[in-house]
């Protein structure tokens, strides 16, 4: 079992900047891929981010590639999601998630970017 607490989410204005952090529970996080999904109001939840064990492979969105990285610490059990250039657009809640055999979610921090 993993529990992920993500923070970092708040109100900010379109163009700025805001990096999620993602805390896991357990000592074998560095075994589990990472990643971020993002959920609109009346909108489904959306892939935003990914990273396998050893951050040698990431993926992206196309609506966030060249704005969004993705890393992880996994001396501190911590995935982080970086996001610059920020729009209204990426507006929503965001949910961190853990997956090996099973898939493990947060409860999600909001991001809320004014126009």
């Known amino acids: 079992q993993v529990q992920l607490i993500e923070s970092g989410g708040r109100l900010v204005q379109a163009g700025g900047s805001l990096r999620l952090s993602c805390a896991a529970s357990?000592?074998?996080?560095?075994?589990?891929?990472m990643g971020w999904f993002r959920q609109a109001p009346g909108k489904e939840r959306e892939f935003v981010a990914a990273i396998n064990t050893n951050s040698s492979s990431t993926y992206y969105a196309e609506s966030v590639k060249g704005r969004f990285t993705i890393s992880r610490e996994n001396a501190k059990n911590t995935v982080y999601l970086q996001m610059n250039s920020l729009k209204p657009e990426d507006t929503g809640v965001y949910y961190c998630?853990?997956?090996?055999?099973?898939?493990?979610w947060g409860q999600g921090t909001q991001v809320t970017v004014s126009s």
């Open positions: 357990g000592r074998t996080f560095s075994s589990y891929a």
């Open positions: 998630y853990a997956n090996r055999r099973e898939t493990y």
